[in-house]
């Protein structure tokens, strides 16, 4: 079993800069793509950032610029910097990590979130 968990979210005023951590634990042989969602009431949940195993990165057209996705593979743990808040961002951000256990294949398993809320 394989458990990612989030921290880092709360209530920032537009403007604002928050850091989001997520740290996978369990039984991991190793861990692929890490990424950062995000699901606001109503709407569908959307990838916002994603980094692979080699650093390489994807972005949300709409943060582009402003959030920046990094990742620790020492720590099993990647973080999501998020500057120049806007209310907009305001949603659950989710965790989500490709992690392949052991001779059992490669799963995708969840966080199960962190809100972040910005507003005056």
């Known amino acids: 079993q394989v458990q990612l968990v989030e921290s880092g979210g709360g209530l920032v005023q537009p403007g604002g800069s928050l850091r989001l951590s997520c740290t996978a634990s369990g039984s991991i042989f190793s861990i692929n793509a890490m990424g950062w969602y995000r699901q606001a009431p109503g709407k569908q949940r959307e990838l916002v950032a994603r980094v692979t195993t080699t650093g390489s990165t994807n972005y949300a057209d709409s943060v582009k610029g402003r959030f920046t996705i990094s990742r620790d593979n020492a720590k099993n743990t990647v973080y999501l910097q998020m500057n120049s808040l806007k209310p907009e961002d305001t949603a659950v951000y989710l965790c989500?990590?490709?992690?392949?256990?052991?001779?059992?294949?490669?799963?995708?398993?969840w966080g199960r979130g962190t809100q972040v809320t910005v507003s005056s």
């Open positions: 989500n990590a490709a992690v392949t256990v052991g001779a059992s294949g490669s799963y995708g398993f």
